[in-house]
């Protein structure tokens, strides 16, 4: 049986019911996180709960549980599907109530939803890279707060999967910004750039492990802004997210990137990668 949290219970995902006025369900007026399960443990949980009050307390929500018990929760439901690997997706919207733009009362609460899912590490791209499509940044101007209205990402991603490439990456104006799913970093003459953490980019957690990896391994990050002829003209580009890790781009529209191959840097992140994920799970 596949179970799945739906406002306190763990259930059998077919009885799973939501309401037709769920504001989540009629505005996209609520958050989410994916959090990555590996060997059946979890990785960077902390990151993504704190993140997901952040994004709450942004978008003035509460959430109905302390972090403490939504992860108690959490940890129940992937032992509850034995999840090896894959991803847990959490979900809380402003809850029930009548359609009207403005909040509900106060004693409205929340709807909280999670499922699990396996999902293999995507280990042939990962070794091969993938392209990606430039498309122009239409989101918002709260893209840090990781909110469940995601059609400019949409919209993005499927202009980039219809030519046939993996992701979007963005740009607004001249600036890159992200993927559509994922952060964007270019890497030139050894110095790994990526946008900074502003209204303009989701703060990613892989983002965050990546800059630590940096930093204890004597590897230049700069988070600065850079432009669109920069991505081009770069040795090595990557993508990140909590499914993709740290994933190599090699080539952008038509335009081979560097020498059309993985690159050096990419390389080692992802070997530093793959040892912080040894470290983080407990020997059994
Ligand atoms: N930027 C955007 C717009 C994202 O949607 C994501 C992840 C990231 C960056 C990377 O953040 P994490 O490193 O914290 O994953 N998006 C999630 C999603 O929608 N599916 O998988 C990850």
Redesign the pocket.
Known sequence: MNTVFVNGEVIDRVDAKIDIEDRGYQFGDGI???IRVYGGNTFTMK??ME?LYQSAEKMKLSIPYSEEELTGHLLELIDSNQVKDG?VYLQVTRGVSSRQHHFPSKDVKGSVVAYTKDLPVPLRQMEQGVTAKLVEDIRWLR?DI?SLN?LG?LLAKEEAASDGHFEAILHRGDTVT??????AFMVKDGVIYTHPVTNL?????????IEDLCRRNAISFQEETFLVPDLFEADEVFI?????EVMPVIKINQQVIGNGKPGSVTKKLQALFSERKREQSPVK
């Open positions: 989410y996180e994916v990151e993504h993140r991803i893209c990781k995601l990402n992200e993927g559509s799913s994922s952060n980019i989701l703060n990613g957690i892989t983002r965050r492990v990140a997210s909590t499914t993709s």
